[in-house]
């Protein structure tokens, strides 16, 4: 199966070392188009946030996908998912690690406690798409529902 992205740049005003316009925009099908700059940016989504986007919603997409076979009940999911840049031996700039922070709401007859939960992180990190494809570190926090 082929995932597929357009990415789409224009220069504007003056290309040269000194510097360049980085907006452009990422489409993924016909009516969805992302905005998307260099590091740092005001404009859009940066390459290094859109990987920290990809693991966090990969490890969400599993771990919903975990919970749903196990008959639990969901009520909410957020991340506040960060890409760590670092500086390799060689003078590379790479992102070294990956942090999610999920936070996982449940309700209904079977609410897992939380080592259950951990479990099911675990188990989401080890089948998820993304994390398999990546050699970043990726560390995983996560928050747990008050009961």
């Keep these: 199966m082929e995932h597929r992205v357009a990415v789409s740049w ?3 005003g003056a290309f040269s070392h000194e510097g360049f316009e980085r907006r452009h ?3 993924f099908q016909p009516e969805v188009t992302l905005p998307a700059g260099g590091a740092g940016n005001d404009y859009g989504a940066d390459p290094e946030q859109l990987l920290a986007a990809a693991m966090a919603s990969c490890h969400m997409q599993t771990f919903l996908a975990l919970a749903a076979k196990k008959r639990l009940t969901v ?3 957020y ?3 960060e890409a760590v840049l670092g500086q ?3 003078g590379k700039f790479w992102i070294e690690t990956l942090i999610l922070r999920p936070r996982v709401g449940f309700s ?3 609410v897992p406690d939380d080592a259950a939960v951990v479990a099911m992180h675990n188990k989401a990190h080890e089948h998820c798409f993304v994390a398999n494809s ?6 995983i926090e996560p928050g747990f529902q008050a009961t």
């Design 88 to 90: 390799k031996d060689d």
């Design 108 to 110: 209904g007859d079977k």
């Design 75 to 77: 009520d909410f999911y």
């Design 10 to 12: 224009e220069r504007q």
């Design 25 to 27: 925009s990422l489409s």
């Design 79 to 81: 991340d506040d998912a």
């Design 134 to 139: 990546v050699i970043s570190e990726v560390v």
